[in-house]
């Protein structure tokens, strides 16, 4: 079993009489005992321990550059749960207060002080300790148990949303049965409710007397069927309907006649004069009783429906009905946006007087419209009524318009685009200290201000179709070095004086300058400085030079690494650089140099390999065996020579710009990398930590129980004594002693897993520093590409070199497509890739035209 550690206590203490005796006092009682004399220190040490904090922070009052209470302040900042006290001066107990207010300080000792007093008062704060990491601990296994109880009610609401989802559904499910149901009985009383015309259609009936008469004979049974019906429902005796006599050549008798003399030969005769009187007079003949009665049902049952032969009220036949086709009526228009869609009049169709919503609706739908369908029924049938009097469309879906957004900008308040290097002497170097107004800002004023970008907002077309809307651009605002945003981050103002400057990558700073008045040599060492650099002489072989900008007189085997323009009076010689913004030198010699900006050179470029995304400016000059990529394209005086290493030059792409994009991509990779690993260690302690909450609730529960066994037996000890009861006191007693024994080793085995939890913690949080970390790195990662993207946007490609002089044979010219190796020496002349157009496809070639 590993021994508990020591307490940590550390003394503040500028008097060493007053620390050594404290520390003497403390380290008896086997306390880990710190002692410092200078603030600074002591606060670096409390940051230095917090993943194991000191229990106790003794600090004196009076500190030289910053008192007690100050110092406690800071220490409850840095280091929340270590104990804080104070030592004061008997005389001044009013700084008691003070320090309890600020400081918020756990313990005071009044000085000169006894070593108990001390002693004492260590003893309550180790206390206090102890009870504020146990709080700590508890704290975290309530968040813990409150996050469960949060994870089940995440839950169970998930449940509830599915199961109203469910009902939803169900509900839908019926109302569309329903409505289906109701569909297919209209559907079967439209198929009953037909004429003999529309039955003899429908039914392909041959028409022959035979087919026509089972047709009507099927007709009468359903309609005698209905009347019965109805009769059965009003309490009505049945209807007494032959329908047979309609198509007999005698007329069957009726009951009255049944009743009569059968010898009656007048009577017979009249009958049979009457044979050939049609079917009227025989319906005529039958009783008024009968008569009376069909008309009564009809009057009850079938209100205005038509019925073949009987007198009914009358339908107009330029009602809907509900079987023909809308298109043979009316067409969809559809506005060239496809958010409106109109209804139109076919011309020379007379339409119905009305048309049900449903129909029309089913219309739309069978037009594909299904977002946005306008459903006022009124103001269809005031649109219908209104068509005779020349009304020509009515619009019948309203789709969403899209809300296009808009792009951010950034104002500059200094200028930006300063390219000025210097005058330009007769045999080519740069005066750098004839450059015209330098931008220069103050301390406060501000720099630039940003609007940002406005968001748009999708669309919805009547076809129920996104009209998907660009993503507006939010251009790059960072402040860099020398600089700050305001609040909201819209402005951005100088904290110092200097010269102002934005970089390729839209990052603002402000940059105070560094002369050096030599060379850059041993003496000066390697140069990294946040500003601008001025170099009177030359820098030499094997140094680096890293800053913002840079003037020199020559480079000769250096390194140089800048975020802003690189200026050099002479030359630059078997050098490798990496410039943001724009080269000048008087010449180049075997030397690598990767840039965003131009590059300009008054004479030669030998032997050098360069990859720039502006353009590579060299009008009077000379290019020797030298492979140059400028996406702006190239200007020499002179290419190539009889003797030489044939150049390559590539102009209208970007390599450069690619290798950066690719680089950070790559770093990004192994970044993301790097994250997942930490947040699955992070997760894989998490999950030992979550195990241990199931032990620290088992040893609770022990502890509950045996108090409360406890707390029960002493209740029974009364009663026993009463009864002079002396073995049930003592096995009572030794019932208790035996609980606090089980109570006081969970109480053990509480304690060590509450440590390994602190353990737990301690990982997971150097864990999280980590992951938080890498995210802020990724962050940079991704707005530098989003820079390099941006600044790709603003820089057209140009595929095009210019010769002024002369271009040898066997010089290859690349472009973005396509590539020419030159055949002979040409003069004055203009090399470009072209694209041309042919059959629907584009085709590229390189073209040589003199100049």
């Not at 270590?82 to 400081?103: E, F, H, S, W």
């Not at 990779?669 to 997760?683: A, G, V």
Request: charged share 30%.
């Amino acid at each position: 079993m590993t021994a508990p550690p020591k307490p940590k206590i550390l003394i503040l203490e500028g008097n060493e009489t007053i620390s050594n005796h404290a520390r003497s006092i403390l380290t008896e009682k086997g306390w880990d005992v710190h002692c410092e004399n200078i603030s600074k220190q002591a606060l670096r040490r409390l940051e230095e321990s917090k993943s194991s904090p000191f229990n106790l922070f003794i600090s004196n009052f009076k500190l030289p550059k910053m008192e007690g209470d100050d110092i406690l302040e800071k220490a409850k900042t840095i280091s929340p749960m270590t104990q804080r006290m104070l030592m004061v001066p008997a005389d001044k107990p009013d700084l008691v207060i003070r320090a309890i207010n600020k400081g918020g300080i756990n313990s005071c000792i009044i000085y000169p002080f006894r070593d108990e007093d001390l002693l004492n008062h260590t003893k309550k704060c180790l206390i206090q300790f102890q009870l504020s990491m146990k709080h700590q601990q508890l704290k975290r296994v309530t968040a813990h148990q409150n996050k469960q109880l949060f994870k089940i009610a995440q839950k169970l609401k998930k449940k509830d949303a599915a199961c109203q989802k469910l009902i939803g559904e169900k509900k839908a499910e019926k109302l569309m049965r329903g409505s289906n149901l109701r569909k297919e009985l209209k559907q079967k009383d439209q198929n009953r409710d037909v004429t003999l015309g529309k039955r003899i259609d429908q039914n392909n009936i041959l028409i022959t007397p035979e087919s026509l008469q089972a047709e009507f004979f099927m007709l009468c049974d359903y309609i005698k069927a209905l009347f019965n019906e109805t009769a059965s429902k009003t309490n009505l005796d049945p209807v007494i309907l032959d329908f047979q006599c309609l198509v007999s050549k005698e007329p069957q008798a009726t009951p009255a006649e049944d009743e009569a003399d059968t010898g009656d030969s007048a009577d017979a005769d009249a009958a049979a004069d009457t044979e050939d009187a049609g079917t009227a007079d025989n319906i005529d003949a039958t009783d008024d009783a009968p008569s009376d009665l069909t008309k009564k049902i009809l009057q009850i049952a079938l209100g205005s429906q038509p019925v073949v032969g009987i007198d009914t009220p009358h339908v107009s036949t330029d009602a809907w009905d509900g079987e023909s086709s809308l298109s043979a009526y009316f067409k969809i228009a559809i506005s060239r946006d496809k958010t409106k869609a109109f209804i139109q009049k076919i011309e020379d169709m007379d339409v119905p007087d009305q048309i049900p919503l449903s129909n029309l609706l089913d219309f739309l739908r069978n037009q594909d419209i299904h977002f946005g369908i306008i459903e006022d029924e009124a103001a269809i049938e005031a649109w219908i009524s209104s068509l005779k009097t020349g009304a020509k469309e009515l619009m019948v879906a309203r789709g969403q318009d899209p809300v296009y957004g808009e792009n951010g900008h950034i104002n500059f308040y200094f200028k930006n685009d300063y390219t000025n290097p210097g005058k330009i002497k007769g045999d080519g170097t740069i005066d750098f200290r004839d450059r015209g107004g330098i931008p220069y800002v103050h301390k406060g004023d501000l720099l630039a201000k940003k609007r940002p970008a406005k968001e748009g907002k999708n669309g919805m077309d009547v076809f129920d179709t996104p009209i998907l809307v660009e993503k507006p651009m939010d251009p790059v605002f960072v402040s860099g070095g020398g600089t700050e945003k305001s609040e909201d981050s819209l402005e951005i103002y100088a904290t110092l004086d200097g010269q102002p400057h934005v970089d390729a990558m839209g990052k603002i700073t402000v940059n105070p300058e560094l002369i050096i008045k030599g060379d850059v040599d041993f003496e000066t060492g390697n140069i990294d400085f946040n500003g601008n650099i001025i170099v009177r002489g030359m820098i030499k072989e094997g140094f680096t030079v890293k800053g913002i900008s840079l003037t020199a007189q020559e480079i000769e085997g250096a390194e140089i690494e800048l975020s802003g323009d690189l200026n050099i009076s002479a030359g630059i010689t078997e050098t490798k650089i990496s410039s943001v913004g724009n080269v000048h030198a008087k010449f180049i010699n075997h030397s690598i140099i990767t840039g965003f900006g131009d590059l300009v050179i008054q004479k030669e470029i030998i032997d050098s390999d360069i990859m720039i995304s502006g353009s590579c400016q060299n009008p009077t000059g000379h290019i020797i065996s030298s492979k140059i990529n400028a996406k702006k394209g190239i200007e020499a005086g002179k290419i190539g020579t009889a003797g030489s290493k044939p150049s390559t030059l590539k102009v209208g792409a970007d390599e450069h710009l690619k290798i950066a994009t690719r680089k950070i991509e790559e770093q990004l990779e192994k970044s993301l990398t790097r994250l997942k690993e930490h947040r699955e260690k992070t997760k894989q302690i998490e999950t030992q930590d979550e195990a241990l909450y199931e032990q620290i609730t088992q040893k609770a529960q022990i502890q509950e129980k045996a108090r409360n066994e406890t707390k029960e037996i002493l209740q029974t000890i009364p009663d026993l004594k009463k009864a002079n009861d002396v073995t049930g006191i003592q096995e009572a007693y030794s019932q208790i002693k035996k609980l606090s024994e089980t109570a006081e080793t969970a109480e053990q085995e509480l304690n060590k897993i509450f440590e390994t939890q602190d353990q737990y913690a301690k990982q997971i949080n150097q864990q999280k520093e980590q992951i938080n970390f890498i995210e802020e790195q990724n962050k940079k990662y991704v707005l530098e590409k989003k820079g390099l993207k941006e600044f790709d946007s603003k820089t057209n490609p140009l595929p095009r070199v210019l010769i002024n002089g002369k271009i040898i044979q066997d010089t290859i010219i690349q472009g973005p497509n396509a590539s020419i190796t030159i055949m002979e020496d040409l003069s004055r002349s203009q090399i470009q890739e072209r694209s041309m157009l042919e059959d629907g496809r584009h085709f590229y070639e390189i073209s040589v035209t003199d100049l």
